[in-house]
Every structure is written in structure tokens, then in C-alpha cells.
């Protein structure tokens, strides 16, 4: 039989887009298919394509039948915008993994909240699948562009991925019709109990599935955001198995990645007070007084603060991540104060450790930037750079800002730009005042060079550049130990021998000092001559009458003392100090 030389394209519009729905042989056929996907779509316009292979191979194009219709706005019935998707899912389980459920969450944001539904509790209940069933064109969207974004821009390779994303969430409701068959046990007490009741007989992603099939069915019985929150925090703070509180902090996520956040916080002034009291919740240090439920905050407060919830805390880091790459300005009221506003978020974001989550966070604070700059492309990247390199507020934390952003995407096509502006950094002589800010203690300063000194060890700049900078760093430390007389104020020859073993330990223990610079070198010599003194452990407890206090005293000198491993070639040995 002849292949036709006729096809058919049947073609919705999403968003001023086409996008192929059907082809079809005749076109009373297409039409008719045209009017039916219309009529169940929230799309705008449908259309009938005829594609004609002429004799000499080409493919005509002809539009036959075209119909639009003013539709009633209903936001909350749109997909979200997402510029990325994780990598393809191979394994079933992969679909409830932790990227996956973000990606959901983000696609079906507006719909999800609507229903005030998780994407956790929307994957594990076959009722919650049959109501998002019955928007057939939300689901159709949603697919469609995460085929699109991970096949790439041609046809077949999207309409095969999107036929293998039907059959995955036909697969998943099935599982989930399944469980509801089952009699599970109830949540009456540790998620960890839960678990050792299902899992006998069962392999270990059965068991977390049903699990949290469990836990889905007690968070639906909860209509508010804040409800169910407050129920995870309390299974969390409760729970000390790490397998249990890992599926929590899961859940958690996908509460945190709802509008919960403006009950959280209550209402902010700005946008950057509202990201740095995001970020102070990451990291565990939220104060009281600055959040709109004080109890439920500060339990989750608490669970961060302790390291038990690090899937949430990366939730809120990166909303703080993508808020800063949107446009819109820090002080809507106030456009004039952008630039001011611009420095202390930038500020906030330089931690003692470095750049807040490194180089995602540098490129954020860059494309941020490259919103306020007049000019585009290349040029406006490069003014985007010098833009944040200054907003930090000193040459450390230029120097920390401009290792991160060699390490993210911006370095393809502008990592010598960022090596010019290093050279310019390091040029000239210049002291601990310039380099770190004035407003800092002495101890945060010389962290600070450390800092510094460490991330360009571990950017990607050539090597000659890196001993530039450390070269550069050492000599800064270098004067300021002397200039400074830190030494010398720590080792007071006045004060008891114990007090200045201690205050040296503290001192060389706490990483204030790079450990291949010669200032790191300087500090040494004088701790180990300090250590070698005579009878140094008689004089170290000299005054402490009770031996089992004096043994007690020794023995946490000695720990410091093996932590920091300051003796090279020499230790500890019995409790004892003992000579190479």
C-alpha cells in the first residue's frame, strides 16, 4: 500500500506557542479531533496543519481549519515556568525521588496550592491522582514541557519522551490504587516505628513507599500549609533514626517550597529582608520577633539549627537563588536605593566560612546584577562581574566572590575577565585593613585572608595566578602578626604558663592562619618552643591540687593539642608530651 502523501497536524497554543497534539491521515478526521482537544484544553486556539510531500521531497505546509475562543482566566490552572529539568528518571523510584518531586511541585505549583497538597501526598494517593486526572490539559502541559526541555527541540524524540512520561504516571497511579487496597497500620507515634511494622518481607523502597503512603494520608486530613508543617517539625524533633528523618526532611521540602514561607516570616518591609530571613532559617539562627508563627517557626528553626533537616535547608537556599535571578526590584517604593540594597544582601550572603553555598550563589548574585546594568550580552556580564566584585565589602571577599563565580557558569566565556580583575586586586602593596574589613576583630580578619587563601587553592585559575594571590595573602598576614603583635599578646611571659599554652592552642587550632604560609609557620615556632620548655607538665598544672582535676586538665590540652597536630615529628604518647 502507497504511502499517503497527506498528513495532518493537529496543533493546540499554549502561551502564544504551537505545540502538536495529534496527525491524523484525512482532514475531517483532524478537525474533528481538533474540536474534541479544544473543547477539553484550557488552550486558546486550535488548529489543523496539511503537510504535502511534493515530488521533489520538500514538505508543504498548509493551514486548513483553524478555531480560537476567549477563555476565562484561571491561574491557578497553569503550569509553572521551569528553565531546566533533572535527568531522566530510569528507575520507577526515581520518579519519587527528591529532584523529581521538586520539579512537580514547581510545574504544578499554582494547582497544588489551590488543593493545599504536597507533591509527596499527591504521588501516594490515588484520590488526589484521579482529581489532577480530571485536568487532563494541566497534566498535558506539564508533560509537554518536561519532554520538550529533556529531548531537545525535535519532534519525534519529544512525542516519544512524552508517551514514556504517560505510561510512568499511569504506572504511579496504579501503584498508588494498590496501596489503597492495603491495610496499613496507622501513624501513632515515630515515623521509625511505622517503619519497622511495614517493612517485614518487604524491599527497603516498598517500605518507603508505603510509609509515606501512610504519612500522605494523615497530611490530606490537614487543610493549611502551617498545619502540616507543624505536624512534620514534631515527627522530626521527635524521631532519631537518620533513615526516618531523611523521608520527613523530604516532606518538609515540599512544604517549604509552597507560599508557606509568608507565614513563616509574617510580612517583610522588602525583598531582601525577606531573602536574608530565608537564609537565617537555613542556617538555624532566625531570631524571635521575625516570624509570623513563632512556635511552628522556631521548632523548624531549631531542626536546621541542629543539621537534622539538610534537604530544607538547600529548599530554602535555592528560592533565595531563584528570587535573586528574577527581575523586580529589592525596594519596590524605592528603586533609588537598588544599589545600596544590592551590597547588603551581598554582604549578608558572605559568611565566615565564604560565599554562601559558593558558586551557585555567586552566579545569582551576577545575573541579579546583570538586571540592573544597562547593557546586554557579553558587555553587560562584564559590568554585571565588576558590579558584585565591589558590592563585597572588602578585597577578601572579592577575592572569595571571584574564586565561586570561576567555578559556575559565567567562567565559559569570562574567566579571563575574572583573572584581570584578580591581578588588579593583588597589585600594590596593601595591609589587613584593606584587605579585610576595618569593622572586623582581629580573629575575623585573619579568618577572613584564610578564607581567601583557601578558595583560590581550590578554583580553577592557573597555578602562577594562585601563587600570586596566595603570595599576596601571606605577606598581608605576615606583617600583620608582627605589626600586630598578636603573638605577643596571646603569649604574655606575666601570665601562668597554662593560660598561655591554652590561649596559643586556641589561636593556632582555629584556623585563623593558612597552614603553607610563613605567617602560619611563624605562629608554629612559637607554640612548639613553648611546648619544649622544661618540665612542661609539671608547670602546665602547677597550682591545681587535686590530680585527678590536674590529669583532667592535661588530658584536654593533649586533645587540642592532637586535633591541631602543631608537633611535626612529635605527639603524644601515654598521656605524655614526647621529643622526635
Same mark, same amino acid.
Given at each position: 500500500?502507497?504511502?499517503?502523501?497527506?498528513?495532518?497536524?493537529?496543533?493546540?497554543?499554549?502561551?502564544?506557542?504551537?505545540?502538536?497534539?495529534?496527525?491524523?491521515?484525512?482532514?475531517?478526521?483532524?478537525?474533528?479531533?481538533?474540536?474534541?482537544?479544544?473543547?477539553?484544553?484550557?488552550? =486558546? #486556539?486550535?488548529?489543523?496543519?496539511?503537510?504535502?510531500?511534493?515530488?521533489?521531497?520538500?514538505?508543504?505546509?498548509?493551514?486548513?481549519?483553524?478555531?480560537?475562543?476567549?477563555?476565562? /482566566?484561571?491561574?491557578?490552572?497553569?503550569?509553572?515556568?521551569?528553565?531546566?529539568?533533572?535527568?531522566?528518571?530510569?528507575?520507577?523510584?526515581?520518579?519519587?525521588?527528591?529532584?523529581?518531586? @521538586?520539579?512537580?511541585?514547581?510545574?504544578?505549583?499554582?494547582?497544588? =496550592?489551590?488543593?493545599?497538597?504536597?507533591?509527596?501526598?499527591?504521588?501516594?494517593?490515588?484520590?488526589?491522582?484521579?482529581?489532577?486526572?480530571?485536568?487532563?490539559?494541566?497534566?498535558?502541559?506539564?508533560?509537554?514541557?518536561?519532554?520538550?526541555?529533556?529531548?531537545?527541540?525535535?519532534?519525534?524524540?519529544?512525542?516519544?519522551?512524552?508517551?514514556?512520561?504517560? @505510561?510512568?504516571? &499511569?504506572?504511579?497511579?496504579?501503584?498508588?490504587?494498590?496501596? &489503597?487496597?492495603?491495610?496499613?497500620?496507622?501513624?501513632?507515634?515515630?515515623?521509625? =516505628?511505622?517503619?519497622?511494622?511495614?517493612?517485614?518481607?518487604?524491599?527497603?523502597?516498598?517500605? &518507603?513507599?508505603?510509609?509515606?503512603?501512610?504519612?500522605?494520608?494523615?497530611?490530606?486530613?490537614?487543610?493549611?500549609?502551617?498545619?502540616?508543617?507543624?505536624?512534620?517539625?514534631?515527627? #522530626? #524533633?521527635?524521631?532519631?533514626?537518620?533513615?526516618?528523618?531523611?523521608?520527613?526532611?523530604?516532606?518538609?521540602?515540599?512544604?517549604?517550597?509552597?507560599?508557606?514561607?509568608? &507565614?513563616?516570616?509574617?510580612?517583610?518591609?522588602?525583598?531582601?529582608?525577606?531573602?536574608?530571613?530565608?537564609?537565617?532559617?537555613?542556617?538555624?539562627?532566625?531570631?524571635?520577633?521575625?516570624?509570623?508563627?513563632?512556635?511552628?517557626?522556631?521548632?523548624?528553626?531549631?531542626?536546621?539549627?541542629?543539621?537534622?533537616?539538610?534537604?530544607?535547608?538547600?529548599?530554602?537556599?535555592?528560592?533565595?537563588?531563584?528570587?535573586?535571578?528574577?527581575?523586580?526590584?529589592?525596594?519596590?517604593?524605592?528603586?533609588?536605593?537598588?544599589?545600596?540594597?544590592?551590597?547588603?544582601? *551581598?554582604?549578608?550572603?558572605?559568611?565566615?566560612?565564604?560565599?554562601?553555598?559558593?558558586?551557585?550563589?555567586?552566579? *545569582?548574585?551576577?545575573?541579579?546584577?546583570?538586571?540592573?546594568?544597562?547593557?546586554?550580552?557579553?558587555?553587560?556580564?562584564? /559590568?554585571?562581574?565588576?558590579?558584585?566584585?565591589?558590592?563585597?565589602?572588602?578585597?577578601?571577599?572579592?577575592?572569595?566572590?571571584?574564586?565561586?563565580?570561576?567555578?559556575?557558569?559565567?567562567?565559559?566565556?569570562?574567566?579571563?575577565?575574572?583573572?584581570?580583575?584578580?591581578?588588579?586586586?593583588?597589585?600594590?602593596?596593601?595591609?589587613?585593613? @584593606?584587605?579585610?574589613?576595618?569593622?572586623?576583630?582581629?580573629?575575623?580578619?585573619? #579568618?577572613?585572608?584564610?578564607?581567601?587563601?583557601?578558595?583560590?587553592?581550590?578554583?580553577?585559575?592557573?597555578?602562577?595566578?594562585?601563587?600570586?594571590?596566595?603570595?599576596?595573602?601571606?605577606?598581608?598576614?605576615?606583617?600583620?602578626?608582627?605589626?600586630?603583635?598578636?603573638?605577643?599578646?596571646? /603569649?604574655?611571659?606575666?601570665?601562668?604558663?597554662? /593560660?598561655?599554652?591554652?590561649?596559643?592552642?586556641?589561636?593556632?587550632?582555629?584556623?585563623?592562619?593558612?597552614?603553607?604560609?610563613?605567617?602560619?609557620?611563624?605562629?608554629?615556632?612559637?607554640?612548639?618552643?613553648?611546648?619544649?620548655?622544661? =618540665?612542661?607538665?609539671?608547670?602546665?598544672?602547677?597550682?591545681?591540687?587535686?590530680?585527678?582535676?590536674?590529669?583532667?586538665?592535661?588530658?584536654?590540652?593533649?586533645?587540642?593539642?592532637?586535633?591541631?597536630?602543631?608537633?611535626?615529628?612529635?605527639?603524644?604518647?601515654?598521656?605524655?608530651?614526647?621529643?622526635?
Amino acid at each position: 500500500m502507497a504511502k499517503p502523501r497527506n498528513t495532518f497536524d493537529v496543533q493546540l497554543r499554549h502561551e502564544g506557542r504551537w505545540v502538536i497534539e495529534a496527525v491524523e491521515e484525512t482532514e475531517l478526521r483532524a478537525c474533528k479531533v481538533a474540536d474534541s482537544l479544544l473543547a477539553a484544553s484550557t488552550s =486558546d #486556539a486550535v488548529r489543523v496543519v496539511r503537510n504535502w510531500t511534493r515530488p521533489d521531497g520538500l514538505i508543504a505546509e498548509t493551514e486548513v481549519f483553524c478555531r480560537t475562543r476567549v477563555i476565562r /482566566d484561571q491561574p491557578w490552572f497553569k503550569v509553572g515556568q521551569i528553565e531546566q529539568v533533572p535527568a531522566r528518571c530510569v528507575a520507577m523510584n526515581d520518579y519519587f525521588a527528591h529532584d523529581s518531586r @521538586q520539579t512537580i511541585g514547581r510545574l504544578l505549583r499554582r494547582y497544588l =496550592d489551590k488543593i493545599i497538597v504536597t507533591p509527596t501526598e499527591l504521588i501516594h494517593s490515588a484520590g488526589e491522582l484521579r482529581r489532577l486526572d480530571d485536568k487532563f490539559s494541566l497534566v498535558r502541559l506539564a508533560v509537554d514541557r518536561v519532554a520538550t526541555l529533556q529531548a531537545g527541540d525535535q519532534t519525534g524524540a519529544v512525542r516519544l519522551r512524552r508517551d514514556e512520561l504517560y @505510561q510512568t504516571i &499511569d504506572q504511579i497511579a496504579a501503584r498508588a490504587r494498590a496501596a &489503597d487496597q492495603l491495610r496499613l497500620p496507622e501513624l501513632d507515634g515515630k515515623v521509625s =516505628d511505622l517503619i519497622r511494622v511495614i517493612e517485614a518481607g518487604l524491599d527497603p523502597d516498598e517500605c &518507603d513507599y508505603r510509609a509515606l503512603a501512610v504519612l500522605s494520608r494523615q497530611l490530606l486530613s490537614l487543610r493549611s500549609w502551617m498545619s502540616k508543617l507543624e505536624l512534620l517539625c514534631r515527627l #522530626a #524533633a521527635e524521631e532519631d533514626d537518620p533513615h526516618a528523618i531523611a523521608l520527613l526532611d523530604g516532606v518538609i521540602t515540599d512544604v517549604l517550597g509552597t507560599d508557606v514561607v509568608e &507565614d513563616l516570616f509574617g510580612r517583610q518591609p522588602a525583598l531582601r529582608t525577606a531573602l536574608c530571613a530565608m537564609l537565617d532559617l537555613a542556617d538555624g539562627t532566625l531570631a524571635s520577633g521575625r516570624t509570623g508563627d513563632d512556635a511552628i517557626t522556631a521548632s523548624l528553626n531549631r531542626l536546621l539549627a541542629v543539621g537534622k533537616l539538610p534537604a530544607s535547608r538547600r529548599c530554602l537556599v535555592e528560592r533565595v537563588h531563584r528570587r535573586l535571578r528574577l527581575p523586580g526590584p529589592f525596594q519596590p517604593r524605592d528603586t533609588a536605593l537598588e544599589h545600596d540594597e544590592f551590597c547588603k544582601m *551581598a554582604d549578608r550572603l558572605l559568611t565566615p566560612s565564604g560565599l554562601h553555598s559558593g558558586a551557585e550563589t555567586a552566579e *545569582a548574585l551576577t545575573t541579579r546584577y546583570g538586571r540592573m546594568v544597562e547593557r546586554g550580552g557579553a558587555a553587560g556580564r562584564r /559590568d554585571a562581574i565588576r558590579g558584585v566584585l565591589y558590592a563585597m565589602p572588602d578585597r577578601a571577599g572579592r577575592l572569595i566572590y571571584l574564586c565561586e563565580l570561576a567555578r559556575s557558569n559565567y567562567a565559559r566565556e569570562h574567566l579571563a575577565d575574572m583573572a584581570e580583575l584578580l591581578d588588579e586586586l593583588t597589585t600594590g602593596e596593601a595591609g589587613i585593613g @584593606q584587605l579585610c574589613d576595618r569593622r572586623l576583630a582581629p580573629r575575623e580578619r585573619m #579568618a577572613r585572608a584564610t578564607v581567601a587563601w583557601q578558595a583560590m587553592a581550590a578554583s580553577p585559575y592557573p597555578g602562577y595566578l594562585k601563587e600570586q594571590v596566595a603570595a599576596h595573602i601571606d605577606d598581608i598576614l605576615m606583617r600583620y602578626l608582627i605589626d600586630g603583635k598578636i603573638i605577643e599578646k596571646l /603569649d604574655r611571659p606575666d601570665t601562668p604558663l597554662r /593560660d598561655r599554652a591554652m590561649h596559643l592552642m586556641r589561636f593556632y587550632g582555629f584556623g585563623l592562619l593558612p597552614k603553607e604560609s610563613r605567617a602560619f609557620a611563624a605562629a608554629r615556632k612559637t607554640v612548639v618552643s613553648l611546648l619544649r620548655q622544661p =618540665d612542661f607538665e609539671a608547670r602546665f598544672v602547677a597550682g591545681i591540687t587535686d590530680p585527678h582535676m590536674a590529669q583532667a586538665t592535661l588530658r584536654e590540652f593533649f586533645a587540642l593539642l592532637t586535633g591541631t597536630g602543631v608537633l611535626t615529628g612529635a605527639g603524644v604518647k601515654d598521656g605524655h608530651l614526647r621529643s622526635p
